[in-house]
């Protein structure tokens, strides 16, 4: 049963369009975060190539590029708050420095210093074309999943990215404990670091797959029972990411170089990640602009919500934090010129209000509500047969709109988009931790 927030309560919480203290925080740590790990990282991972060769314009341009973007993305007035605009735009930050620095070591890891602890899955793993296959089978599984359900195979494929990248960011450290590759502590001739290539890559990235998948169609035709497991899949998540510290923290040097040279398929999960999150705000700007396209090509009519009780006709819901708002709408009728036309799953056509920013999880933000003005197109008159003249409209394919709607554009795909960024940083930090934690270890 849907739970439609109290808007009274909603002012309360914090202003329209702001975000929570906790998340502001999220995000300018985050932001800190991308640019430290982009200075430090350079700094550590171009040290390993010969110095004899010329490392060009990266080692410096990566960071004056981050300083730079991070820098823009906070300090221009914002007509929300800085922190959801920092939010939505510190994934494509992270996209642009990944699309310079993969390059860059691809054509440098070749003169690395030691070249047995660099193994081809590190130097020479086909990152875009596994990407880009990994994409589009996460679409199809999405679009398979969500069924003919208008626009929910994006948020499939937002929550399927998302959690793979999670679950496989906390897995490879176990897999690498489970199944080291030696018996010793180091790598020898005999016992090289990195021998059965397929094997290494199944252990790594079924599983976690296999997981994501599963949990991402039970989000999708379960939401309300979602709703009801989420602190349970919270406290796994959690427990995972304990597990996942414990054993890094622990391990030798041939599970920590091992983990090393497996870091391109994390980087491969954190692209198609990124690359969910642009695809969904981008789907979600054309639809929306094609919707109101369409409503405004039709007869529109004006009308009245008829009211059949207290309970709100349509509104937004958040049901997690690895997806986009989602549209709940029950059947209701709109009164027009006397005639009265019954409203069933209709297109919705309004912009998501600012202060949706305060929603829980769970809670739902009504945008239409007995008695409310609304404006329907898509609609015919019926005429020209004897046997069923009325002066009703017929519903073909109905569009409903707020009488006051306001045109989308880039506040609408911000404040959809802003939760699954957050969810994005936040798991990028807590893939993060085991490296930490191993690097506290030494």
Request: aromatic content about 10%; overall charge positive; hydrophobic content about 55%.
């Amino acid at each position: 049963m849907t739970t439609f927030a109290d808007p009274a309560q909603i002012v309360d919480r914090k202003s329209p369009g702001k975000l929570d203290d906790w998340i502001g925080f999220v995000v300018a740590g985050a932001s800190i975060v991308t640019f430290v790990s982009v200075a430090l990282g350079v700094d550590l991972v171009f040290n390993q190539i010969d110095r004899a060769v010329d490392r060009g314009w990266v080692p410096y341009g990566l960071t004056f590029i981050a300083a730079f973007c991070v820098l823009a993305a906070w300090l221009p007035p914002a007509r929300f708050s800085r922190s959801l605009r920092g939010a939505v735009l510190l994934p494509a930050i992270h996209c642009l420095i990944v699309a310079l620095a993969w390059p860059a070591w691809h054509g440098l890891a070749r003169f690395i210093n030691d070249p047995s602890t660099a193994t081809e899955l590190a130097t020479q793993f086909p990152v875009a074309p596994a990407a880009a296959a990994t994409i589009g089978g996460f679409i199809v599984f999405a679009c398979a999943v969500a069924r003919r359900r208008s626009g929910e195979w994006l948020h499939g494929f937002i929550m399927l990215a998302l959690t793979e990248l999670l679950l496989l960011g906390l897995w490879l450290p176990i897999s690498c404990s489970i199944w080291p590759g030696g018996a010793g502590e180091w790598w020898t001739p005999a016992e090289p670091l990195l021998v059965d290539v397929t094997g290494r890559v199944a252990l790594s990235a079924v599983p976690p797959t296999v997981i994501a998948l599963a949990f991402t169609a039970f989000a999708l035709r379960r939401p309300a029972k979602l709703l009801e497991l989420r602190r349970l899949f919270g406290m796994l998540a959690l427990a995972l990411l304990v597990v996942a510290f414990a054993f890094r923290a622990d391990a030798s040097a041939r599970e920590m170089v091992l983990y090393s040279n497996l870091m391109p398929m994390l980087l491969t999960a954190m692209i198609v990640a990124i690359a969910a999150l642009l695809i969904f705000g981008v789907a979600l700007g054309v639809r929306a602009s094609r919707a109101q396209r369409r409503f405004t090509r039709n007869k529109r009519s004006d009308g009245v919500i008829v009211v059949d009780g207290d309970e709100p006709a349509a509104g937004f819901e958040i049901t997690s934090w690895l997806r986009g708002p989602r549209i709940v709408q029950r059947p209701f009728a709109v009164c027009i010129a006397g005639a009265t036309i019954p409203v069933r799953g209709a297109h919705l056509v309004a912009t998501l209000p600012p202060a949706t920013s305060q929603l829980r999880t769970g809670e739902s933000y009504a945008v239409l509500r007995p008695g409310d003005r609304v404006m329907i197109a898509g609609h015919n008159d019926a005429s020209g047969d004897p046997f069923r003249t009325s002066a009703a409209p017929i519903a073909n394919q109905l569009f409903v709109a707020p009488a006051d709607r306001a045109s989308t554009g880039f506040a609408h795909v911000a404040l959809a988009m802003w939760r699954p960024c957050v969810a994005y940083l936040l798991i990028v930090v807590a893939v993060a931790l085991p490296a930490l934690a191993a690097l506290a270890a030494t």
